[in-house]
């Protein structure tokens, strides 16, 4: 019969800092697991809870190039403004808006843990 392993506890800035190295670029969870001795499962649920979630901004930053902006639309009553927000939340904004406002309530977002 094979020993069983005691149960062992981890410290919340333990797993905090545990899940973030599974978020780095080329990063392996199984890699990051055997490398702190801990099981596949035990950190994909670590994951997804939100008491162990990495701050990270989902957005990538963006160039526009003046020679491909159509200089013909205007923001009328008509308008539709979408956004892809992390792959999964949606934005569309019909008529006008204040694009101060907009930009407080996307930097209010976080991605989901």
């Known amino acids: 019969m094979s020993k069983r392993r005691a149960h062992r506890t981890f410290s919340t800035d333990f797993k905090k800092q545990v ?3 599974t978020y780095e670029p080329v990063a392996s ?3 990051v697991a055997r490398r702190h001795d801990i099981n596949n499962n035990q950190l994909f ?7 162990y979630a990495v701050e990270t901004d989902c957005f990538l ?7 491909h902006v159509d200089k013909t639309v205007t923001h009328s009553a008509t308008s539709e403004l979408v956004i892809w927000v992390c792959d999964d939340v949606r934005f569309a904004i019909k ?4 694009p101060s406002a907009l930009g407080t309530l996307i930097r209010s977002l976080r991605r989901p843990a």
């Not at 649920?45 to 008491?51: A, E, G, Q, S, Y």
């Open 61 to 67: 930053p963006i160039e526009i190039d003046a020679a």
């Open 19 to 21: 899940v973030a190295q």
């Open 29 to 31: 969870v199984s890699v």
């Open 45 to 51: 649920k670590w994951r997804d809870d939100p008491r």
């Open 95 to 98: 008529g006008n808006y204040d």
